[in-house]
């Protein structure tokens, strides 16, 4: 049997259900978002998945499964686009697109954890503000350049030595740099 039009379907089935306080969503992007992925989907093409909105806990995991305070950092927070090679499906860049939201100290304070998190993973963030319109080429430009930066991560420092917790981030920015010169 294949799948139909389901708002042809006109057989209801009425099942009595305990009432729960959340409504199904109006539209499952916003303006932005739907806009953005149809850029992306025109720059992608069909060579690779572009899965929307996922979980990060869904494409890294800590690295020791039983420390539950490293996947509790992670566990409720997503990116906007994942891509992913199609055989197999496997990651291969996230796109954030940032909105305002983005300016707030709080915000970027996440977006700098997340950066360095998939930068520690191998996993390349491209970061495109929001924008009315966009140019495609430059889009693609700095999904291109996004890719082919690769990390390198230092020691994890011991215990007793003393760390600001922003070391990390300061030489993953330097070697990006380093890349795009």
């Known amino acids: 049997m294949r799948f139909k039009n389901m ?8 099942v009595e259900i305990n009432y729960q306080p959340y409504a199904k969503k109006r539209y499952f992007f916003t303006v932005a978002e739907l806009k953005f992925h149809e850029l992306l989907k025109g720059i992608i093409g069909d060579n690779y998945y572009i899965f929307p909105k996922v979980r990060i806990c869904d494409i890294i995991e800590p690295r020791n499964k039983g420390k539950y305070a490293d996947f509790n950092r992670i ?30 100290p709080t915000r970027q304070e996440r977006d700098s954890f997340v950066d360095e998190i998939f930068a520690n993973s191998g996993i390349p963030i491209v970061h495109i503000k929001v924008q009315y319109e966009y140019n495609k080429e ?44």
């Open 138 to 181: 430059e889009v693609t430009s700095r999904i291109l350049e996004a890719y082919k930066t690769k990390y390198v991560v230092k020691e994890k420092e011991k215990a007793s030595s003393k760390s600001t917790g922003c070391g990390g981030l300061a030489l993953i920015l330097i070697l990006i740099i380093i890349a795009i010169i």
């Open 75 to 104: 566990k409720s927070k997503h990116v906007d686009f994942l891509i992913c090679t199609k055989d197999p499906i496997t990651s291969k860049i996230i796109v954030e697109l940032d909105d305002r939201s983005h300016n707030a």
């Open 7 to 14: 708002e042809n379907n006109t057989n209801e089935k009425l």
